[in-house]
């Protein structure tokens, strides 16, 4: 039987009932190698059990130590080090297994650590990023012995407490909790699906409702519109708690314009659909999620910050007319909170797409009596110029959201400072003045002190600016920064697929 253990690869400071606190380098026990929606349960070095986030050890298997013979020694067998949420080894049988007796001890063998995963808060996403990995998997671990057996948010009432709809999120978000943005997802043409097209290799039968038509529009081609046009709102935060307390998330109300029926979704809800947009439309750039966070996540000015950088991303998609259109994304609006059955079923009907990879090209149907060949020339020209295009704004929309965020910390900490510092300072000579007695001085002794009281509104005023004009700003610019993200990878399909017309 495999001894469960891992190394933890940063510190973690538990914040709820039911979490353990890591040091890096500690090695802990695992109760079970099953990920519970990105966390673990086991034993830390001060013999602490609970849960902790799955990303912040490297899980490392070993094989049970025999009973040790009285003469000689055996020789000690080699730890296999495996990534988070791994395979399960399958045992070999006794008589095949040889350690080399040259090998070194464990100890003796250097740990090594993984890159640090990027702690910002949410944007920009370097280019060429690692393939998005959603926290899904199979219907066992999207439902597993953990889970509350509900694959959907739970009706608000039943358990937790309700957050107001919060305005505004102010500066600062999480309160110092570890961000882990969605890493940009990364399409080769391998993996899209677009040599195969062009080779003629797709195959596949597009039925009528999977079609997506492309129109001459008066600045070129471009999608065909929804129909149908809708909006959908995301609103009332609500607090739920599972395993007995144990366990906390944030549910979302979405009430769809279409249907008019309020569902509830969590935050892994949006991040599985979010998984099987990018990887059924490899050419089109779906915007991406606020990001996760280990820490601070109940906190007001977090869930704030979540809700409206999911109200942005819920716009974009219902006004894309590709993406508003697509099943996943339907079901994940209509499907009744309370209906887990019907869940499961659009789930897994989502997930056996067919008009995914080659066969994606085969849905796209082109304008009637559009030429058969294009000038390559001109389609590289154009696509070489929109790269130039989109690194140039992705440099710049870094530099400015760079500019406006120092400047709003400006406004909110240094000016309203500075200007409580006057203030006081008034106050403190009308003091003065109160000392004096004399009838003729309390005039002046009035305006001095609401001089400073003037100031202090000034100073209240500068910290609250940012709301009015550069939060808006900033969270605009998140949302193209994630587009921009997107383009060097369709832009690299579009390029791969150019590479082998060019080559047959």
Not at 229 to 235: A, V
Request: proline share 10%; hydrophobic share 35%.
């Amino acid at each position: 039987m495999a001894l469960l253990r891992a190394r933890a690869l940063y510190d973690f400071r538990s914040e709820n009932p039911g979490e353990i606190s890591l040091r890096e380098h500690e090695v802990l026990s695992l109760c079970s190698d099953q990920e519970i929606e990105g966390w673990l349960e086991g034993v830390n070095s001060r013999g602490d059990r609970g849960l902790f986030p799955a990303s912040y050890v490297q899980v490392i298997r070993a094989p049970a130590a025999e009973p040790p013979a009285p003469l000689p020694a055996p020789a000690p067998v080699r730890y296999a080090n495996l990534p988070p949420g791994g395979f399960e080894p399958v045992a070999a049988p006794a008589s095949s297994f040889h350690p080399p007796p040259q090998l070194p001890p464990p100890a003796a063998e250097p740990f090594q650590l993984p890159p640090a995963p990027p702690l910002a808060s949410g944007y920009p996403f370097p280019y060429g990023g690692s393939p998005y990995q959603p926290s899904q998997g199979s219907d066992d671990d999207w439902d597993d012995d953990w889970d509350d057996s509900s694959t959907v948010a739970d009706e608000p009432g039943v358990l937790g407490s309700s957050y107001p709809d919060y305005e505004h999120a102010g500066m600062g978000g999480g309160g110092g909790g570890a961000c882990l943005g969605p890493l940009p997802p990364l399409h080769p043409l391998g993996s899209s699906g677009g040599e195969a097209f062009v080779l003629g290799e797709a195959s596949g039968f597009v039925k009528d409702g999977d079609k997506l038509c492309v129109v001459l529009g008066p600045h070129g081609p471009e999608w065909q519109e929804n129909p149908y046009p809708f909006q959908c709102s995301i609103e009332d935060p609500t607090k739920q708690t599972k395993f007995k307390g144990m366990k906390s998330y944030i549910a979302y109300k979405l009430v769809p314009s279409h249907t008019g029926q309020q569902v509830h979704r969590r935050y892994k809800h949006f991040d599985w659909l979010y998984g099987r947009l990018v990887e059924k439309f490899p050419v089109i750039s779906v915007p991406h999620l606020p990001e996760k966070q280990a820490t601070g996540r109940f906190e007001e000015d977090f869930i704030s910050k979540r809700r409206k950088g999911l109200a942005w991303w819920m716009d974009h998609m219902c006004s894309h007319p590709v993406l508003a259109q697509c099943d996943a994304f339907q079901h994940f609006l209509t499907c009744p909170s309370t209906d887990e059955k019907a869940w499961k079923q659009g789930k897994r009907k989502a997930e056996k797409d067919e008009m995914v990879g080659a066969n994606f090209f085969l849905t796209i149907s082109v304008p009637a009596g559009h030429p058969a060949s294009l000038d390559l020339q001109e389609v590289e020209s154009q696509v070489d110029g929109f790269k130039s295009f989109t690194k140039k704004m992705d440099e710049s929309t870094i530099q400015l959201n760079q500019t406006v965020n120092e400047f709003a910390r400006k406004q909110v900490t240094g000016f309203k400072k500075e200007y409580q510092k006057v203030g006081h300072s008034f106050k403190g000579l009308s003091q003065a003045f109160e000392m004096d007695q004399q009838a003729f001085s309390v005039g002046l002794n009035q305006a001095i002190a609401f001089t400073g009281e003037a100031y202090d509104a000034i100073g209240e005023l500068f910290a609250d600016q940012p709301r009015q004009d550069l939060d808006p700003v900033m969270d605009l610019l998140a949302l193209y920064q994630g587009h921009l993200a997107n383009f060097p990878d369709i832009i690299h399909v579009q390029k791969g697929n150019v590479a082998v017309i060019l080559s047959i």
